[in-house]
């Protein structure tokens, strides 16, 4: 079991590896957190904070560029999430600085860049965005981990991607995405027909002759 002490920085959000997030940083305790990983090169961790209590799992991640400083104090940076982990020792806030830190379980991760599924996958989320009438923006760079570059896109609740970030396993991943999926899809072509049927109202409407 591979354990590390890390910093944490909870939000309110899901981290996924892999994942580029903009973080502005203005509280006091994460500017000194981010200014110590700037210096040291050292990462920092986001649980994911839900329903008020901070998650057991989380993501580390690594600052990968500060784009601006202000004067006083606040930060815009760049970062990337590496590897999932698990909360073993939480301390708030850990001795001699504002934030809070903690020793966590590193979890080892499973990819699969042959998966059967991720057609499957892609016809669906093509399909969920066709009913939302919107352009699906999606440049995949690693289909290891196909789910964590989807999962933020297919409309799951920020509990439903916590129980995403704990799953080890890609191919259970996308099988996770993809009940989502046709549970979703459904429900949105049902709201489309009935769309349809209120657009329709008054007007005159032309029926299909029936055989019976």
């Known amino acids: ?36 990983c700037l210096e040291n090169g050292t990462t920092f961790g986001i649980p994911a904070f839900i ?13 990968t560029n500060l784009r601006q400083r202000y004067d006083d ?37 499973w990819g699969d860049p042959q998966s059967e599924l991720v057609a499957e996958l892609m016809t669906k989320v093509k399909i969920l965005y066709k009913l939302l009438q919107s352009e699906l923006k999606l440049r995949i760079t690693d289909y290891d981990y196909f789910s964590y570059q989807i999962a933020h896109k297919v409309g799951l609740s920020v509990e439903s991607e916590y129980e995403l970030l704990k799953i080890t396993s890609e191919k ?20 489309e027909a009935t769309k349809e049927r209120i657009r329709m109202n008054g007007h005159f409407k032309h029926f299909d002759p029936l055989n019976f």
Do not use: C
């Open 51 to 63: 329903n008020n209590q901070i998650q057991q799992y989380g993501t580390e991640m690594r600052v």
């Open 1 to 36: 079991m591979k354990t590390k002490f890390l910093p944490l920085f909870p939000l309110t959000l899901v981290a996924y590896p892999h994942e580029r997030i903009n973080l502005h940083i203005f509280e006091p305790r994460y500017q000194q957190l981010i200014t110590e």
């Open 73 to 109: 104090g606040k930060m815009d940076i760049e970062t990337e999430g590496l590897e999932v982990f698990k909360i073993q020792r939480f301390e708030n806030p850990t001795k001699g600085k504002l934030y809070a830190a903690g020793d966590v379980e590193i979890l080892t991760i």
């Open 172 to 191: 259970d991943r996308q099988r996770y995405l993809l009940k989502h999926l046709e549970k979703t899809i459904p429900v949105m072509e049902n709201m």
